[in-house]
T-cell receptor, first 113, second 112 residues
Framework: QKEVEQNSGPLSVPEGAIASLNCTYS??????FFWYRQYSGKSPELIMF????GDKEDGRFTAQLNKASQYVSLLIRDSQPSDSATYLCAVNIDQTGANNLFFGTGTRLTVIP | ETGVTQSPTHLIKTRGQQVTLRCSSQ?????VSWYQQALGQGPQFIFQ???????GRGNFPPRFSGLQFPNYSSELNVNALELDDSALYLC???????????FGPGTRLTVT
């Protein structure tokens, strides 16, 4: 079982809709959860992080964490064509003594104008 | 822009050669982590440097090595390059006490 799993997509939503991206993780000891956005040919950009159960909102983005279910999600409200990118879920798993991140393979989102 | 810089942007090497990639961390950050991202995959942790010492390592062979300098900048060295080493190499900087990591633009390495 992979440490972090995401549906690879592609996920297509119309402009203005809510995009819902999901991620599950295997290590119950994980404490920190991140969403990165990666445009084609570019490096990942940190857009949200969440440490506690529940919801965390930042503008059009909401991260949701459920540690009991080992599940983290990202909602993008009022989706825009500029949101079209690959979204990477990352989890901090302190197996090596370092603050390193385990990434999923990413979900490709396309917002259709 | 994160303030993390990497050089070079692109690099083409031949199998068996050695390569050095460079990273300057964001101002105020004392920790540098290196990741390898193969096409269509998420980044994979190579190692992390803090206070000029390796502070954790992922599942990569010893031919992947690194350095951190007093100004917190870092190098990734890869010896005996293999075709599978072709990837985007990402450097991320952070504070040791924080979990948030900020990536540089990456170096695209092609091994032929």
């Amino acid at each position: 079982q992979k440490e972090v799993e995401q549906n690879s997509g592609p996920l297509s939503v119309p402009e203005g809709a809510i995009a819902s991206l999901n991620c599950t993780y295997s290590d119950r000891g994980s404490q920190s959860f991140f969403w990165y956005r990666q445009y084609s040919g570019k490096s990942p950009e940190l857009i949200m992080f969440i440490y506690s159960n529940g919801d965390k909102e930042d503008g059009r983005f909401t991260a949701q964490l459920n540690k009991a279910s080992q599940y983290v999600s990202l909602l993008i409200r009022d989706s825009q064509p500029s949101d079209s990118a690959t979204y990477l879920c990352a989890v901090n798993i302190d197996q090596t003594g370092a603050n390193n991140l385990f990434f999923g393979t990413g979900t490709r989102l396309t917002v259709i104008p | 822009e994160t303030g993390v810089t990497q050089s070079p942007t692109h690099l083409i090497k031949t199998r068996g050669q050695q390569v050095t990639l460079r990273c300057s961390s964001q101002s105020g950050h004392n920790t540098v982590s290196w990741y390898q991202q193969a096409l269509g995959q998420g980044p994979q942790f190579i190692f992390q440097y803090y206070r000029e010492e390796e502070n954790g390592r992922g599942n990569f062979p010893p031919r992947f090595s690194g350095l951190q300098f007093p100004n917190y900048s870092s190098e990734l060295n890869v010896n005996a390059l293999e075709l599978d080493d072709s990837a985007l190499y990402l450097c991320a900087s952070s504070e040791i006490a924080d979990y948030e990591q900020y990536f540089g633009p990456g170096t695209r390495l092609t091994v032929t």
